[in-house]
């Protein structure tokens, strides 16, 4: 029984320091240059939104199509 019970602590004190020492993910090298609680210009802000709603109709027109698609196959089968 004391076996079981140095296992486990051993095991938990692994996985909480395997869980704390991992870095936290960079989303891109332009804000991990920056220093925390600079304020983003509102330029870089705009260009962002502008590439966030591009992206998204791009996604929402192929996601469209792919709906129509379906759709004509499964009016295809039915009527077959």
Same mark, same amino acid.
Request: aromatic share 2%.
């Given at each position: 029984?004391?076996?079981?019970?140095?296992?486990?602590?051993?095991?938990?004190?692994?996985? /909480?320091?395997?869980?704390?020492?991992?870095?936290?993910?960079?989303?891109?090298?332009? &804000? /991990?240059?920056?220093?925390?609680? &600079?304020?983003? /210009?509102?330029?870089?802000?705009?260009?962002?939104?502008?590439?966030?709603?591009?992206?998204?109709?791009?996604? /929402?027109?192929?996601?469209?199509?792919?709906?129509?698609?379906?759709?004509?196959?499964? &009016? &295809?089968?039915?009527?077959?």
């Amino acid at each position: 029984m004391h076996k079981k019970k140095l296992l486990t602590i051993s095991l938990l004190l692994m996985l /909480a320091l395997w869980s704390c020492g991992s870095e936290p993910k960079k989303s891109s090298e332009k &804000e /991990a240059n920056k220093p925390e609680g &600079e304020p983003m /210009a509102t330029g870089e802000i705009i260009n962002r939104y502008v590439n966030t709603l591009a992206t998204a109709q791009d996604k /929402a027109r192929v996601a469209d199509k792919a709906t129509e698609d379906r759709t004509k196959r499964l &009016e &295809e089968a039915i009527g077959d």
